[in-house]
C-alpha cells in the first residue's frame, strides 16, 4: 500500500473531489497546449477491475470530456457575455459536429446551466465546417 494511501486511510489526506479535478484540468490544459504539449489522455483508462480497485479520488469513466466540455462551457460564456442577451431570448449555438456533445455537456449540464444562468434559452447545432463555437440570435 503506498503513503496516499495508508495517509487516506488514516483521515490525513483528502482527495479532490470530481467536480474540483475537472476544474483544475479545465485550467491545465489551456496552458499544455499553449505551451506545445500534446496531451493523449486526460485520466485513467477504464480497465476491467479499475474500479474496484480504486482506494479514493476522483474518477469518471469519461473524465476527459468532462474537462473538455467545462473548457467549452467557458468559451460560450465569454461569448454569452460579448453579446449581452436579453432575459427570454433564444440563442442559437453553432459548432462542428464533433463538438455537440462537449457544448451540450454531459446529462445537458452546460445548456441547464446557461440557461440558468443568463435567463434564456439555447439551440446547438453541429454545423460549423470550420472553427469551433459561434452565436446567434434566433
Not at 38 to 59: D, F, H, K, M, N
Not at 63 to 70: K, P, Q, T
Not at 84 to 93: N, R, S
Request: hydrophobic share 40%.
Amino acid at each position: 500500500m503506498c503513503i496516499r494511501d495508508r495517509m487516506y486511510i488514516k483521515g490525513e489526506y483528502a482527495p479532490l473531489t470530481l467536480e474540483e479535478a475537472i476544474q483544475w484540468c479545465s485550467k491545465l490544459v489551456p496552458l499544455y497546449k499553449k505551451a506545445g504539449i500534446t496531451i493523449l489522455r486526460i485520466g485513467l483508462q477504464a480497465a476491467e477491475g479499475l474500479e474496484s480497485s480504486l482506494v479514493a479520488g476522483p474518477y469518471h469513466p469519461a473524465f476527459g470530456e468532462l474537462v473538455e466540455s467545462r473548457l467549452i462551457l467557458e468559451t460560450l460564456k465569454q461569448k454569452i457575455e460579448q453579446i449581452k442577451p436579453e432575459q427570454g431570448e433564444c440563442l442559437l449555438v453553432r459548432t462542428r459536429p464533433n463538438l455537440v456533445s462537449k457544448a451540450i455537456g454531459q446529462k445537458r449540464e452546460n445548456i441547464r446551466h446557461l440557461e440558468k444562468t443568463y435567463h434564456l434559452s439555447m439551440k446547438i447545432v453541429g454545423d460549423l465546417m470550420q472553427g469551433d463555437i459561434e452565436i446567434q440570435r434566433l
